[in-house]
């Protein structure tokens, strides 16, 4: 099965800690996004790359980091520098950046730091 | 800043009846709009992509049509049913690469039996 996955689902932390945020796909995208979603609120862009080794600020990148070493994986990190981590998080593939080109979106992560 | 409404938060309707979302945007045209379908806990689910030289585009009971004129986005879904239940997004999708999609923040349906 072609897909897109998140994992884990919940993940709880201590305030303070990075934590890493894992997405893979076998859709053989070129495109992969990271999103952060809020109650009441549209989905916020954090990064995307369009293509291994590359990647680029969304309008919150603050307090984020990312990495693409391989085509099929886009892992975030939410540092501690990230004012209010607590979120929905979700990932996203395409197979670019064509405005054609449909996102298909993983199950996302919930994120707690408390 | 280029932004996406969405008129609504949340909308009730009868089952049977037709649902119509609107999606407005501003200071500036999009070449295309996007529409995705959010259950509650998931991740969004594509549905449609219109075009702005389209007036209208449908697939099964879903319709989308496209007024650059009055930058605005109408979503229908005829004939709803209590599964259309779900937050429906509208994303203003990038036209080139390095600009980025913008989401809207959504509305609510609630189709009632």
């Known amino acids: 099965d072609g897909g897109i996955t998140q994992s884990p689902k919940y993940l709880f932390r201590k305030e303070g800690q990075n934590v890493t945020l894992s997405c893979e796909q076998n859709?053989?995208?070129?495109?992969m996004y990271w999103y952060r979603q809020d109650p009441g609120q549209g989905l916020r862009l954090i990064y995307y790359?369009?293509?291994?080794?590359?990647?680029q600020k969304g309008d919150i990148a603050e307090g984020y980091s990312v990495s693409r070493e391989k085509k099929e994986s886009f892992p975030l990190t939410v540092t501690s520098a990230q004012k209010n981590p607590t979120a929905f998080y979700l990932c996203?593939?395409?197979?670019?950046?064509?405005?054609?080109?449909?996102?298909?979106f993983g199950p996302g992560t919930r994120l707690t730091v408390t | 800043s280029q932004k996406i409404e969405q008129n609504s938060e949340a909308l009730n309707i009868q089952e049977g009846k037709t649902a119509t979302l609107t999606c407005n945007y501003t200071?500036?045209?999009?070449?295309?709009l996007q529409w995705y379908r959010q259950d509650p806990g998931r991740g969004p689910v594509f549905l449609l992509l219109?075009?702005?030289?389209?007036k209208e585009k449908r697939k099964e009971r879903l319709k989308v049509t496209f007024d650059t004129t009055l930058k605005q986005s109408l979503f229908h879904i005829t004939a709803s049913q209590p599964a259309d239940s779900a937050t429906y997004l509208c994303?203003?999708?990038?036209?080139?690469?390095?600009?980025?999609?913008?989401f809207g923040p959504g509305t609510r349906l609630s189709v009632l039996p």
């Open positions: 200071n500036y045209s999009p070449a295309y």
């Open positions: 996203a593939s395409s197979m670019g950046l064509a405005g054609t080109d449909e996102q298909y």
């Open positions: 994303a203003r999708a990038a036209p080139s690469p390095g600009q980025n999609f913008v």
């Open positions: 859709l053989n995208h070129d495109a």
């Open positions: 790359s369009q293509i291994v080794n590359d990647f």
């Open positions: 219109i075009r702005e030289n389209e």
